[in-house]
């Protein structure tokens, strides 16, 4: 009997789903997206300029990444980590989901990825888009925007992969903007 690395099972599991995942992606980048309160919508932070535009990633590449992104809910947190094998920290989820789905390298930390994106306001914000959080006086944590108001990220030592909302109790305070890769 063989048994499979965590990576090949979720992979199935992806293959399996099929048009169904891809429907259900969908409906979550096409449904009305939830509008957060000011001070939300008013960023990107004074200094960015946000153009709002289209990113390096071709949309239909970016909601590969958030479905994929979806797919790793569950993995442990690992700080350092970058693999589905090894588990992940915020930033090496969101490189290993955009080098994987769409072939699009991003550098290591959230700073820097913070730099790398483009900035644009919450309110035209979009499956695949970097939502990024300071939890410690900077950008200190980041996620993919799925849709819907929810966002994909690794949080924290002794966690796992999950699912939450922008503008939940924790997160909407600490919110700081969003970038499109």
Avoid: K
Wanted: net charge positive; with cysteine.
């Amino acid at each position: 009997m063989t048994t499979e690395t965590p990576s090949v099972a979720r992979r199935r599991v992806l293959a399996s789903l099929g048009g169904f995942g891809a429907a259900l992606l969908s409906a979550c980048a096409s449904g009305p997206s939830y509008r957060a309160a000011a001070p939300t919508d008013a960023w990107p932070a004074p200094g960015d300029s946000a153009a709002d535009g289209p990113g390096n990633v071709p949309d239909e590449l970016a909601r590969e990444a958030a479905f994929l992104a979806l797919s790793l809910v569950d993995t442990p947190y690992r700080y350092g980590g970058n693999t589905p094998d090894g588990g992940f920290d915020c930033s090496g989820l969101i490189v290993y989901v955009f080098r994987e789905a769409a072939g699009h390298p991003l550098p290591r930390t959230v700073r820097q990825i913070a730099q790398a994106g483009q900035p644009v306001r919450y309110r035209t914000v979009r499956t695949g888009d970097i939502v990024l959080f300071d939890t410690a006086g900077r950008f200190s944590h980041a996620g993919i925007y799925v849709g819907n108001g929810r966002f994909v990220h690794a949080p924290s030592t002794g966690g796992v992969v999950r699912l939450d909302g922008v503008h939940a109790r924790y997160w909407r305070p600490r919110f700081s903007g969003v970038r499109r890769v």
